[in-house]
């Protein structure tokens, strides 16, 4: 492969980062860096009707959480300016005009009356098909249909109109898709696209086509939903005179729900109870907020991982994957072309194996915003010693906080537990232990060497003190070793827990 690689990612800025989305952004990002190319970041913003305020900052921001920052983009510029198509608006025009002149795109007068009248009318004759195409063309008030003076009287009055390709009747494309292999189509079940709409902005069809040309785009993969539209792609390439120079396309496999069929949707996520989204996204309309990977405990590294994964195998049996590892061994030729489904639990599993991998120092910041979203304070010291103790009992990184409250506060007493194990005998045995902590330098070894000897002397086994130990250091049977928790907490957090706990189960358990 040439090191003149070009692809894009080119959202249009609507909404929440679906994790197909950044599936998408990662097999463009790989592509390029495995053939030291390009990865281009280009907004698609050309419906004004679904442009959402800070939806562009949304995907940049994704971009640096997930490390995959493009080189060129309306953030960071580039030889192509500009990169946003609201902002090459003027350079659209020329070429749905060159289409009409070719006869291969044509002026359409129609009101929004008329067309909703000709769908209805279609409707009730019985058609299979609503669409503008080329069965009703000749019907409707378009430069088909009208002389040339009506047709120049109606543009020169100012009145609105669109441009539409003009689909041939009868003719089979097909393209060489680098997943699916040669894909085929019909040109008479696509309509007439609109290209260039009454506001004089191009359709998402047009700027494609467009942008992809002037950005000398040499690759382009975009999610199975865009299929159908490769027709009028394909077309419109030919067209325009560009054949030669159409980039080379892979449409990527749906991400499905975990149950049943179809494209893993918002609501999915929703219903069951995971993140679909990248990261958190706030609709203003609705002044919800809908939780991201990040935000419910994601580390970048396994959501990356994680999307790698959904569609793409190595062909051995390696899970973990590091980014260099992907940019060396990703090709397009191992993404299937069949839906990949969508496991949660998959996900959190690999969220664990990264968690226990990475560095403390690494985790730190991390685990401190987390601890300070909770009011938590307490030195980088603290939390590092905290974060080795806990590192391998978490899946998620609000896990720290949320798996590890015991290390804050007692929460709760699992009474269950205690109660089992609660007796006069017991009461005064671990009353005699937690007297000599009192006493004892509180390091972990010597907290444990001095428990041991304890039971020598008193003649007891571990399980007649220690899960006593543990229930009111803690509350509950679960957490690291119970001595090195008693080191990190200190003598004075300890031997206040022994007592409150030691008084309470005498006062509870009866
Ligand atoms: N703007 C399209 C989208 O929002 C991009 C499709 C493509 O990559 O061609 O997904």
Known sequence: MSDKVRVRFAPSPTGGLHLGGVRTILFNYLFAKKHQGKFILRIEDTDQTR???????????????????????PHIGGPFEPYRQSERKPSYKKYAEQLVAQGNAYYAFDTSEELEAMRENRKTEGNSSSQYDYSIRMQMKNSLTLSKEQVDALLNSGKPYVIRIKMPENETISFKDMIRGEVTFQTSLSDDKVLLKADGMPTYHLAVVVDDY??????????????????????LWKYLGWESSMPQWAHLPLILKPDGNGKLS?????????????????????????????????????????????????????????????????????????????????????????????????LLPLVQTSLKEKGIYRTDEWVLTFIQLMKERVVLLTDFVEKGGYFFDIQHYDLDQIKKRWNEEKKVLLQKLVNLFEHASFVSADLEQLTKDFMTVENVKPGDILPLLRLSLAGTMQGPAVFDMMQLLGKEDTMHRFHKSIAFFDTTIS
């Open 51 to 73: 442009f959402v305020e800070g939806a562009e900052d949304y995907i940049l921001e994704c971009l640096k959480w997930c490390n995959m920052l493009p080189d060129e983009g």
């Open 214 to 235: 002037l950005m000398q785009i040499t690759h382009a993969f975009r999610g199975e939903e865009w299929l159908p539209s490769a027709p009028v792609h394909l077309l």
């Open 266 to 362: 918002k609501r999915d996520g929703d219903r069951l109870g995971f993140p679909v989204y990248a990261m958190n996204w706030y609709d203003a309309k609705t002044g919800e907020t809908t939780i991201g990977f990040r935000e419910r405990g994601f580390l970048p590294e396994a959501f990356i991982n994680i999307l790698a994964m959904l569609g793409w195998n190595s062909g051995t049996d390696q899970e973990i994957f590091s980014m260099e590892e992907l940019i060396q061994q990703f090709s397009m030729e191992r993404v299937n072309h069949a839906g990949a489904k969508f496991d949660y639990e998959k996900a959190k599993w690999f969220n664990q194996q990264y968690i226990a991998h990475t560095s403390n120092e690494k």
